[in-house]
């Protein structure tokens, strides 16, 4: 088994040790031999790959298009219908509503853009507010918008304490050794 893998950007990389166990961690032991490969997009690949299957469909937004008062229909409700009557913990709906709130804020924003896309990710919709740097094409670090950086912010402070919960369990079932 290699010890490299090529990042999202071509170059080879020393291997993130990244491990999905095989059993679950109600089935005790939780250590895998199986190693799952690196998606281009720097991810794991497996069959619930969230990554982009075709140009401009994003399979990643967790939310109805009813939920966020899109102009229109999402092209994918992957994610949504997986999410679909899951227990999530305390933390996760902290996330889940901070999401749900920036993804409103953006379709109510882009109501009258006909060049936004209506099934925009997380990506491109911190673009869209942000904007990119001219000369390096890099998106700029911060929004002109006032309301996005705050939404946006929201929802960083919510992924923090979700990671904090997650954290002590990644080591404990084995996907980090």
Not at 9 to 30: K, L, V
Not at 160 to 168: D, G, R, V, Y
Request: proline share 5%; glycine share 6%; hydrophobic share 30%.
């Amino acid at each position: 088994m290699s010890r490299t893998h090529i990042s999202s950007h071509g170059q080879t990389e020393a291997d993130p040790a990244f491990y999905i166990p095989t059993r679950r961690a109600s089935q005790g032991n939780c250590e895998s031999q199986e190693r799952k490969r690196p998606s281009p997009k720097g991810g794991v690949s497996h069959s619930g790959d969230l990554g982009q299957k075709s140009p401009g469909v994003s399979r990643a937004i967790p939310f109805t298009a009813q939920e966020v008062d899109a102009k229109d229909n999402f092209q994918s409700t992957m994610l949504s219908d997986f999410l679909k009557n899951r227990e999530l913990s305390k933390e996760a709906k902290a996330v889940f509503e901070a999401g749900k709130a920036m993804w409103k804020y953006y379709h109510k924003t882009i109501k009258s853009d006909k060049k936004a896309p209506v099934n925009a990710s997380l990506y491109e919709i911190r673009e869209y507010f942000k904007g990119r740097d001219k000369d390096k094409g890099r998106m700029k670090a911060k929004a002109t918008d006032e309301q996005f950086n705050t939404l946006y912010a929201e929802l960083r402070a919510s992924l923090k304490e979700l990671a904090k919960k997650i954290q002590p369990k990644v080591y404990e079932y084995g996907f980090l050794k």
